[in-house]
C-alpha cells in the first residue's frame, strides 16, 4: 500500500497544494503556501522533509 501525505507549511503549519509519496523526491522545490504567502525551499526524501536555509541578501549601501 502507498502512503502518501500532504506537505505542511514550515512557517505557518498549515496545508499546501503538494501531496507526496513514499517515492517522491524533491531537490530544491520552491513550497508556496496560499495561507500565509511564503515561499520556502524545502528537499524531500522517502516522506523526510527537510528545509533548506539560505542567507539572506545583504542590502547595500550607496
Given at each position: 500500500?502507498?502512503?502518501?501525505?500532504?506537505?505542511?507549511?514550515?512557517?505557518?503549519n498549515?496545508?499546501?497544494r503538494?501531496?507526496?509519496?513514499?517515492?517522491?523526491?524533491?531537490?530544491?522545490?520552491?513550497?508556496?503556501?496560499?495561507?500565509c504567502?511564503q515561499?520556502?525551499?524545502?528537499?524531500?526524501?522517502?516522506?523526510?522533509?527537510?528545509?533548506?536555509?539560505?542567507p539572506?541578501?545583504?542590502m547595500q549601501?550607496?
Amino acid at each position: 500500500m502507498e502512503k502518501d501525505r500532504w506537505i505542511l507549511c514550515p512557517i505557518c503549519n498549515n496545508k499546501t497544494r503538494i501531496k507526496i509519496r513514499e517515492d517522491t523526491i524533491l531537490e530544491n522545490y520552491p513550497l508556496y503556501c496560499p495561507k500565509c504567502k511564503q515561499e520556502t525551499l524545502i528537499n524531500v526524501k522517502q516522506l523526510n522533509i527537510s528545509i533548506i536555509k539560505e542567507p539572506d541578501a545583504q542590502m547595500q549601501s550607496q
